[in-house]
């Protein structure tokens, strides 16, 4: 293998990367081959896509740098995959104050699903993409029929490629410090999702610790407290609820399950000598032996309520909390 191979089997997958004034000064046609070779199953609509938005986003950048000078240095990245997914966001401008996530669509008006596919990517850099826990990242929608700038919806700034250059400079309102490093950005360890359920207990397993979920327990704090006063009311007016948690893969929604079956908190809901109140239930027979033996191991003293949901009429390969 050779040190380019080396170097690009450690990054993460992308059409493109330059600083600004490369980008804007390639050819048009380089950086379609790029993305054409580097995704080689994209399909005649996507190709015709970047046709047509490249160019805009190439003008745009360029009256970023020809508005200040200090832009030259900064980054930008097409068709960026986030790294274990298939995911791809149009673009990634990497600023001196924070990150820019460009979703462009071939229309005049954008959709709630348009709205939502460019929170989710802004969402998923913000928790899970090491160089962005401690910087703001933008989403920006851009509606390529549209002109000037619109209303945005959901913290997603929404405008036409028109405005484009002036809503990246007013992102950027601090400029302090240097670009954020495209290396450091582009390597494939920065962006770590949470692990599956079964790569997590095989981490337990043989680690004998819970592996490093960087921000995600905080960033689940807020779904865990609101089903424990759903809980904690359902317990007081001795009704039942159900709670369905939903999220893309790797937002943590078993780990907000375990956090729940674990929660302290519960103990003061226990009414008599009715064992745990709340239990983990899985389908998957192996992982809950793994995840009760790892747990008991760490200090569980019995109080590990993770249980397989054969014959509890829980769906089988599916987390699910009971309480």
């Known amino acids: ?21 490369q980008f804007e000064k390639t ?20 190709r015709r896509s970047w046709g047509d938005t490249v160019p805009q986003l190439q003008q745009e950048i360029g009256e970023v740098v020809r508005v200040d000078t200090h832009y030259a240095r900064c980054t930008a990245v097409l068709e ?42 802004a969402r998923d850099l913000r928790c899970y993409h090491r160089e962005c826990h401690e910087r703001p990242v933008h989403a920006v929608l851009v509606p390529t029929l549209m002109r000037g700038q619109g209303e945005a919806e959901r913290n997603v700034h929404v405008c036409g490629p028109d405005a484009l250059d002036a809503l990246v400079a007013s992102l950027d309102m601090r400029r302090t410090g240097p670009p954020i490093d495209a290396h450091r950005f582009l390597d494939a360890d920065a962006y770590r999702p949470l692990p599956s359920l079964i790569q997590a207990a095989r981490n337990l397993f043989l680690a004998k610790q819970p592996p490093q979920l960087w921000r995600a327990a905080a960033n689940t704090d807020d779904a865990v407290d609101h089903i424990a006063r759903i809980v904690a009311d359902a317990s007081l007016t001795r009704t039942r609820r159900l709670v369905l948690l939903a999220g893309v893969p790797g937002a943590g929604k078993t780990l907000v399950g375990m956090r729940i079956a674990h929660d302290p908190g519960l103990d003061l809901l226990k009414r008599g000598d009715r ?49």
């Not at 993305?35 to 996507?46: A, D, V």
């Not at 149009?90 to 229309?107: M, S």
């Open 1 to 21: 293998m050779t040190k380019d191979n080396r170097r690009f089997a450690s990054e993460a997958t992308r059409g493109w990367d330059s600083d600004f004034v």
């Open 27 to 46: 050819p048009r046609s380089r950086i379609l081959e790029r993305l054409r070779l580097t995704y080689p199953e994209s399909s005649r609509e996507e």
């Open 80 to 121: 960026y995959q986030l790294p274990l997914e298939s995911r791809r966001a149009d673009a990634v401008l990497l600023l001196r104050d924070g990150v820019v996530v460009i979703e462009l669509k071939g229309k005049l008006h954008p959709s709630d699903a348009d709205i939502d596919q460019a929170h989710a990517y």
């Open 275 to 323: 064992g745990a109140p709340a239990v983990f239930l899985s389908g998957n027979g192996p992982l809950v032996e793994v995840l009760q033996y790892v747990l008991r191991q760490a200090g569980g003293a019995g109080r590990t309520f993770v249980a397989s949901s054969a014959g509890r009429g829980v769906a089988r390969d599916r987390g699910g909390v009971a309480a």
